[in-house]
């Protein structure tokens, strides 16, 4: 079962432009870790499913797991060989907006080591560059 939102004032959203960099949800707030997005960019839902299955399958038991993004909003496709006119197509998938410097994944209960390894192989799945980083002692 895919991401999505239960349900949505408008099923079909507009592009949009991905500009500036990400002032919320830009530190890491649950766990000891985080993987930080360095560029902008849409984050599929199944892009994030991918790469919470690959840490989970890398953990076991170990380890706790937070997952900061959601993918709200609504990406839509014509099918191919199809006219111009006739509306806007159909939801193809859903997708969350990443700004540079949102954190995109947490990571709590685990030595350095295992989390660094964990978000290498999350890194794989993504289509956003991103890097890992630790809490910072306030």
């Known amino acids: 079962m895919p991401l ?4 949505v004032k408008y099923r079909k959203s507009q592009r949009g432009r991905i500009r500036g960099f990400a002032t919320s949800g830009n530190c890491v707030s649950f766990g000891e ?3 930080q997005a360095l560029e902008r960019g849409w984050v599929t839902a199944q892009e994030i499913e991918a790469a919470r299955v690959a840490a989970n ?5 170990q380890g706790k797991l937070w997952i900061r993004i959601f993918p709200h909003k609504s990406v839509t496709a014509k099918p191919l060989e199809t006219r111009m006119g006739k509306g806007k197509g159909e939801v193809e998938f859903w997708t969350s907006v990443v700004k540079p410097g949102a954190v995109l994944f947490e990571l709590g209960g ?10 290498r192989r999350q890194a794989a799945k993504l289509c956003v560059k991103v890097r890992m980083i630790g809490r910072r002692a306030v």
């Open 33 to 35: 870790y985080g993987l």
């Open 57 to 61: 399958r890398y953990l076991g038991n």
């Open 110 to 119: 685990v030595p350095e080591t295992v989390a660094k390894e964990v978000f």
């Open 4 to 7: 999505m939102p239960k349900r």
